[in-house]
Structures are given as C-alpha cells and as structure tokens.
C-alpha cells in the first residue's frame, strides 16, 4: 500500500471508530428513555386497575371520565414507546453497521483484498442512514411528549429516572377530581374575558 492509501484508510477506520462511538452513545440514552417510558406504561396500568377496583360502584360521570382520561395516556404512552423501541431498535443495527465497517476495514489492512473497502463503506453509509432514522423517531417521541421540549431534553441528557410522568399523572387526576367537584367555581375569571 501507498502512503496515500495508508492515510486514506486510517482515516476511514477513524470515521468508523467515531460512528461507533456516536452510536453506543445514543442507544444507550435512548434505552434509558426506553425503561423509563417502560415504567411509565406499568404506573398508567396501575392507575386504571386501581381506578377499575376501587371506583365501580360510585362516581358516576367522575368515574367514567377518570377512566376515559387513564386509557387515553396509556395509548400515548404505548404510541410513544413504540416509536421509541423502533429507534433502540435502528441505533442498534447502526451500532452494529459501524463496528463490521471498522472490522472490514481493519481487516483491510491485514488481507490485500480491495473489494472490503467499498463494502465497508457501503456498511458506512447504511449505518449513517440507521442513526439518522433513530434520531428522527426519538425526535418525533420528543415532539409527541406531554411535557415541555426542553424537559424531554433534560431527561434524556442526564439520564434520570422519568419519574415526572407518575407526578405529572397524579396531577392531572388531582386537576379532574377538583373539576368533577365543582370546586372550578372558585376560580375568578379574566378581566379580559367577555360574558355574552
């Protein structure tokens, strides 16, 4: 091999090498994300078991409007995890693009075989269109998420449990139980709202 030859594939090895590193860094973020939708899926089911067991008989339009609410965010919640294991699922096989190129082109300079180059930058370039695509899905669960942009942002940066769902749920429950009371009378209205 030239030195030019050499220079060139040092430089594809060292692409590859930080692909890899691009992608284990993401699937491993966006498997936290993952568990902890997961755990938000077990905590919606348990709301409406519990609202199911313990609210039969009593509540009325209340029950039947708690439960309404219950089973409209478990869907959410199961659209939102479903998007986001078929993003694990595209960062994973871009992980694994990324390591056969790296192999293929170290394997490269052991064996004088020419044809390993374009394959792996064929692998190259699948793995980049595979991680483009995770990204966009975990995007679009970012999009569809309850919360705010940027604390959809956070979670996923610092990797912390996403216990704000639970808290963000009891909320919600406490926010219609007050309403199904009547307590909304307590509210003042806008002085820019208009009464006709």
Known sequence: MSVEQTTQLIQLILNSLLMTLACALLLSRISLRQSALEEGLQAARQCIERLGLGNEGTGGDRYTGRVLQAKKHLRQLQHRYKVVRYSVLANAYALMCAIVSTLALALRTLINLEWLVPI???????????????????????HT???????????????RSDDKLRLDWQQRSRIADRFMRGQTANLRPSSKARVS
């Open 145 to 159: 998420a309850d919360r705010a942009l940027w604390d959809e942002i956070t979670t996923l940066l610092t990797g």
């Open 120 to 142: 792996s930058l064929g692998l190259f370039v699948f793995g980049v269109t595979l991680l483009l695509l995770g990204v966009s899905l975990m995007l679009l669960d970012l």
